[in-house]
């Protein structure tokens, strides 16, 4: 069974970075847009959601840890920018060399428990569509798609004024 615990400064610290890095290279896989771009959107996002960072107002920084107290991944549960009420799961990581034991499963439950007992009335997640594993453990879990975003790359053709329609 895991447990949660609460990053200390020097935690926070080391996974802001790396979590950014990976955030901003999912970004770029999922939209297209170049790596230093996504880059500083991810910077920009940790900033403006983690004003405090880990002393932001109803924000839990967690480490994953199994059942023999290793660190196998961390958790990221704050308020919903736009939906009051709802707690977003803004990051769940859990290390490769541990996936496939149902740690992330654990997690989440426990994420959800949290976020009930804190006064929250909902809870949800963003997931790239290139992530299908992580999908897979949120249907299972009882997640459902709200939206879907799609988008298509285009070759600009560099016209000034586009043709009449």
Not at 55 to 71: G, N, P, Q, V
Not at 136 to 161: C, H, I, N, Q
């Amino acid at each position: 069974m895991v447990t949660l615990r609460r990053m200390t400064g020097d935690e926070f610290a080391q996974w802001r970075e790396k979590s950014i890095v990976g955030y901003a290279a999912d970004l770029a896989t999922a939209t297209g847009v170049g790596l230093d771009s996504a880059r500083d959107r991810a910077r920009n996002q940790f900033s403006e959601l983690l004003p405090n960072g880990p002393a932001s107002e109803r924000t839990w920084l967690l480490r994953i840890l199994d059942e023999s107290d290793t660190h196998v991944g961390e958790l990221w549960i704050g308020p919903h920018p736009q939906q009051g009420g709802t707690a977003f799961i803004y990051e769940i990581e859990i290390a490769e060399a541990h996936r496939g034991r149902g740690l992330g499963k654990q997690a989440m439950t426990k994420a959800e428990e949290l976020a009930a007992a804190a006064g929250f009335t909902q809870i949800s997640l963003n997931v790239f569509g290139f992530n299908e594993t992580a999908r897979r453990l949120y249907d299972s879990l009882g997640y459902r798609v709200v939206s879907t975003v799609m988008s298509k790359p285009l070759a600009a053709t560099g016209e000034s004024d586009p043709p009449e329609v």
